[in-house]
């Protein structure tokens, strides 16, 4: 069974298309379970996401295309989070219509250092003191146990500037072993291939961490465009079976399925 669990539309403002485009291009590909995770609303960075007042549309945006396509794709409704604590929100962590978050680290101390625009910043600081810090924010993020999935867990290696002297395995050995804890799903994120980096969020040695250490996993394009739907998912799933992974978790109001790949 196919499944796309990281997917935004027109309505983050930095991504394009409506849902039906996105699920013509899913069942296409032929993925069976579809799920939509539009970053949340909040009220830090807004321009890059939709208002609170538009919860509802993109809610029922979802609902219609639900029924359109019903019976020849799951869809499914979900929220990727930034894990800024400040800026978290009852809205989106107790909305009752939600079937799963994704819990994100983007910015550490309000730099999007994920986001070109801010790639300058990388100069100033000590890039192993970066990776310390992004991981104890997955740490944090994982132990607070208000999501069920964590997103693109390495996504600080987007640009290629990898830690000197550290050994990514000892930074993300805690982390993995909160995001067990919490009972969370790590996504194996195909945006990383078409990035800087060149590879799959995340890289070989922490999945083979995550095999190891029996956690779940689940699948997500990360598609910013109707035409990113289902991108890399060949080489993401042929990845996770090479390690031996052969189901992934979906959620449907937050509880956990796994489903044979
Ligand atoms: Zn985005
Ligand atoms: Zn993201």
Known sequence: ??????????LCNHAEGIPTEYI?????RGIAVFGFSDHNPMEFDP???MKFEEISTYFNLIDEVAEKYRGKIEILKGFEVDYIPQYLDSRVLENSSIDYLIGSIHFLDGWGFDNPEFIGEYQNRDIDSIWVEYFSKVE???????????????????FKFLPKKLDIRDLVEKPLQAIKRSN?????????YRKPIGELYPSREILEMVYEMDIPITIGSDA??????????????KEAKEIGFDEVAIFRKREMEMVKI
Request: hydrophobic fraction near 45%; aromatic fraction near 6%.
């Open 140 to 158: 944090e993020m994982a132990n607070s146990k208000l999501f069920q999935i964590v997103g693109h867990i390495d996504l600080i290696k987007v």
């Open 224 to 237: 910013h465009s109707p035409k990113q739907v289902g991108l890399f998912l060949d080489r993401t799933i």
């Open 24 to 28: 013509e291009e899913a069942i296409k």
């Open 184 to 192: 969370m799903a790590v996504e194996l994120n195909g945006a990383g």
């Open 1 to 10: 069974m196919i499944v796309d669990l990281h997917n935004h539309t027109f």
């Open 47 to 49: 321009k890059y996401r």
